[in-house]
């Protein structure tokens, strides 16, 4: 089977998005499928039309002119568009795989009529609800209501529709999809690549400034602000009231970083509050096995709610507990008091009271633990996750082979 996979970014960009991109096509590849993968022109200037990273091979689109609003989608779309035709063309995919934005969707429709191969979309995080939870456009104002119109209009049009989670399913069949035309492909972890050590490497630890015996508190992630990292590192006064030697890790970078690194020196909290940076992803286990209880304060909006993240699943893996926020993609993921400890979303004081109840129960932990690898380890692994889309490709070729 050959699979032509367009994207919006890939590695070597670091994020959510590109780290499960890679798990999929290991996955896939392992099977024996052909896989070929385009990413667009939010990848950004690249050095070569087609690079290989962590040994895989992705096809590049031409950088074109910026443009205003629309314009610039536009041509991004156009670009996407023609190089993505010329692949197709001359590889004769089985099928079209456009994930998330619509960006990348509307091009492999495009393309897909042209040269009568089906189309699958699967969608990570709707378009509208990305845009407004960066901050890049307003809840319910035109441009949030044009994409919203595009990204229901291409699924109606695909052969098939993929998601990372039940929230968007069944926004989608709120929209009037079919429940038989959505598949949740959901998010998970290579579970050999999480491994509890049981011990900090103390050389790390001496070069991030924690003390050997401090407790430490974690966030591994980007800094988005839906994160709401702000609201952990405002908790933390009261946190050191209970445990005055406890310190704040967070790994990781975004577009929030310098606005924390600031609210952080306001508050008095230098030197209790580390960041780490971002790290390779084959380096992250050596930051976790330094976090004693992993915090997620994600806020509550339409993105948060419907979306389920990846880093919770990380810390399953790795054996480490958490906390995090009641929204809706934590309670997807997250069984409060079995897998982790959930807090009402947005609440200070209900943050400080999970966490130092977590912190002064240590007891708790070891079950919580097992239950947490036990479900990565049984449900949340990327070969169900393919196995999931594997059926769907398998039958959409059967139909193509059967009208042709």
Same mark, same amino acid.
């Given at each position: 089977?050959?699979?032509?996979?367009?994207?919006?970014? %890939?590695?070597?960009?670091? %994020?959510?998005?590109?780290?499960?991109?890679?798990?999929?096509?290991?996955?896939?590849?392992?099977?024996?499928?052909?896989?070929?993968?385009?990413?667009?022109?939010?990848?950004?200037?690249?050095?070569?039309?087609?690079?290989?990273?962590?040994?895989?091979?992705?096809?590049?689109?031409?950088?074109?002119?910026?443009?205003?609003?629309?314009?610039?989608?536009?041509?991004?779309?156009?670009?996407?568009? !023609?190089?993505?035709? =010329?692949?197709?063309?001359?590889?004769?995919?089985?099928?079209?795989?456009?994930?998330?934005?619509?960006?990348?969707?509307?091009?492999?429709?495009?393309?897909?009529?042209?040269?009568?191969?089906?189309?699958?979309?699967?969608?990570?995080?709707?378009?509208?609800?990305?845009?407004?939870?960066?901050?890049?456009?307003?809840?319910?104002?035109?441009?949030?209501?044009?994409?919203?119109?595009?990204?229901?209009?291409?699924?109606?049009?695909?052969?098939?529709?993929?998601?990372?989670?039940?929230?968007?399913?069944?926004?989608?069949?709120?929209?009037?999809?079919?429940?038989?035309?959505?598949?949740?492909?959901?998010? @998970?972890?290579?579970?050999?690549?999480?491994?509890?050590?049981?011990?900090?490497?103390?050389?790390?630890?001496?070069?991030?400034?924690?003390?050997?015996?401090?407790?430490?508190?974690?966030?591994?992630? %980007?800094?988005?602000?839906?994160?709401?990292?702000?609201?952990?590192?405002?908790?933390?006064?009261?946190?050191?009231?209970?445990?005055?030697?406890?310190?704040?890790?967070?790994?990781?970078?975004?577009?929030? =970083?310098?606005?924390?690194?600031?609210?952080?020196?306001?508050?008095?909290?230098?030197?209790?509050?580390?960041? @780490?940076?971002?790290?390779?992803?084959?380096?992250?286990?050596?930051?976790?096995?330094?976090?004693?209880?992993?915090?997620?304060?994600?806020? %509550?909006?339409?993105?948060?709610?419907?979306?389920?993240?990846?880093?919770?699943?990380?810390?399953?893996?790795?054996?480490?507990?958490?906390?995090?926020?009641?929204?809706?993609?934590?309670?997807?993921?997250?069984?409060?008091?079995?897998?982790?400890?959930?807090?009402?979303?947005?609440?200070?004081?209900?943050?400080?009271?999970?966490?130092?109840?977590?912190?002064?129960?240590?007891?708790?932990?070891?079950?919580?633990?097992?239950?947490?690898?036990?479900? !990565?380890?049984?449900?949340?692994?990327?070969?169900?996750?393919?196995?999931?889309?594997?059926?769907?490709?398998?039958?959409?070729?059967?139909?193509?082979?059967?009208?042709?």
């Amino acid at each position: 089977m050959r699979i032509l996979h367009v994207l919006d970014h %890939s590695l070597p960009l670091h %994020s959510g998005y590109a780290f499960r991109t890679a798990a999929i096509l290991r996955e896939q590849q392992m099977r024996g499928w052909e896989t070929l993968h385009l990413t667009s022109p939010r990848q950004g200037r690249t050095a070569a039309a087609c690079e290989t990273v962590d040994g895989i091979e992705f096809h590049r689109s031409p950088l074109p002119p910026a443009g205003s609003v629309g314009i610039g989608e536009w041509r991004q779309i156009r670009s996407t568009a !023609v190089r993505l035709l =010329e692949l197709a063309a001359a590889h004769r995919p089985d099928l079209i795989h456009a994930h998330s934005p619509v960006l990348t969707a509307i091009p492999a429709l495009w393309v897909g009529k042209k040269l009568a191969i089906p189309v699958v979309y699967e969608i990570r995080a709707f378009w509208e609800d990305a845009a407004a939870g960066h901050g890049t456009a307003r809840t319910g104002g035109p441009r949030y209501r044009l994409t919203r119109w595009l990204e229901t209009s291409v699924a109606r049009r695909v052969a098939h529709v993929f998601t990372i989670c039940e929230g968007l399913r069944a926004d989608l069949i709120e929209r009037g999809i079919a429940g038989e035309h959505v598949t949740v492909v959901p998010n @998970a972890v290579d579970v050999t690549r999480f491994r509890r050590t049981g011990k900090a490497d103390p050389g790390l630890r001496h070069r991030l400034g924690l003390d050997a015996a401090a407790a430490v508190l974690g966030f591994v992630g %980007s800094f988005y602000a839906y994160e709401g990292i702000d609201l952990l590192i405002d908790a933390l006064p009261g946190l050191l009231v209970a445990h005055p030697g406890l310190r704040l890790l967070l790994v990781g970078g975004g577009p929030q =970083e310098e606005n924390l690194r600031a609210h952080a020196a306001g508050l008095g909290l230098a030197g209790k509050v580390i960041f @780490a940076g971002r790290v390779p992803q084959g380096e992250v286990g050596r930051y976790y096995e330094q976090i004693d209880l992993l915090v997620y304060p994600r806020r %509550s909006m339409r993105l948060t709610e419907l979306v389920t993240p990846l880093k919770p699943l990380e810390a399953m893996a790795q054996g480490r507990p958490l906390v995090a926020s009641d929204v809706g993609g934590h309670r997807e993921l997250i069984r409060d008091g079995e897998t982790g400890r959930l807090f009402k979303a947005g609440d200070v004081g209900a943050l400080v009271a999970a966490t130092i109840d977590m912190l002064e129960h240590r007891e708790r932990w070891p079950a919580m633990l097992q239950a947490g690898r036990r479900f !990565v380890e049984k449900e949340r692994n990327w070969k169900n996750s393919v196995d999931a889309c594997g059926a769907i490709y398998a039958s959409l070729a059967r139909e193509r082979n059967k009208d042709g």
